[in-house]
């Protein structure tokens, strides 16, 4: 299988606790992104990389989260002393460097629940 | 700031029953609008890139236009297998070179 994979899929915890989720690219895809996504809206842009650059971070993302993408392979979202308004649906997608054709490609994404 | 608008939020088709989805857009200086449809429960999957007023893509029963203010996705004779949501995208070309920024999309139930 050569689609986005990111672990894990369902996450439940609680209020306060540190959270971190993963996400493999495509292997020739050398950029990464991260969404959120809640119910009943569109994605909404986190982050990007390219290669292990995070070139671009939404003004919405909070000091809590924090985003990595070591030797510009696959990448960790950690989101530091949850909140339950962090709960939705985190999803990481990759592309080539020009989404002309093939736009992004999406991972299943992880769903987030903070109780 | 981008915007993305679409109509309607859902709509529900009988199956053969022709309709079109519409996404209307505000973006500096638009790069690209794209298409996606999503299944519950799983991400996004691309369907079509449109760059500029007047072109078309075509895959099996969706057609999608574009103009300078919106974009339609026309379904051709539904299948119960197209219902999802389908979300409509655009990339500015501000700078933000990679950033998608989406509508809220359209639910799409289609029955026998």
């Known amino acids: 299988d050569t689609g986005v994979s990111q672990d894990p899929r369902h996450k439940i915890t609680k209020r306060g606790q540190n959270v971190t989720f993963r996400c493999d690219p495509i292997?020739?895809?050398?950029?990464l992104y991260w969404y959120r996504q809640t119910l009943g809206q569109g994605p909404e842009f986190l982050t990007y990389?390219?290669?292990?650059?995070?070139?671009?971070k939404s003004r919405l993302l909070s000091d809590r989260f924090s985003a990595e993408r070591p030797k510009g392979s696959f990448s960790t979202l950690e989101i530091q002393r949850t909140e339950q308004g962090d709960s939705a649906m985190y999803l990481c997608?990759?592309?080539?460097?020009?989404?002309?054709?093939?736009?992004?490609?999406f991972g299943s994404g992880t769903r987030l629940t903070v109780v | 700031e981008d915007q993305v608008t679409q109509s309607p939020e859902a709509l529900r088709l009988q199956e053969g029953e022709s309709s079109s989805l519409n996404c209307s857009y505000t973006?500096?200086?638009?790069?690209?609008l794209f298409w996606y449809r999503q299944d519950p429960g799983k991400g996004p999957e691309f369907l079509f890139t449109?760059?500029?007023a007047g072109e078309e893509k075509e895959k099996e029963r969706l057609k999608a236009t574009l103009t300078k203010k919106e974009s339609f996705l026309h379904i051709t004779a539904p299948k119960p297998e197209d219902s999802a949501t389908y979300l409509c995208?655009?990339?500015?070309?501000?700078?933000?070179?990679?950033?998608?920024?989406f509508g809220t999309g359209t639910r799409l139930q289609v029955t026998l």
């Open positions: 292997s020739e895809h050398n950029r």
């Open positions: 995208a655009v990339q500015a070309g501000d700078g933000t070179a990679s950033k998608l920024t």
């Open positions: 973006v500096s200086g638009l790069r690209g």
């Open positions: 990389f390219q290669n292990e650059a995070q070139l671009e």
């Open positions: 997608a990759s592309s080539l460097l020009t989404l002309r054709t093939y736009g992004y490609t």
């Open positions: 449109l760059y500029s």
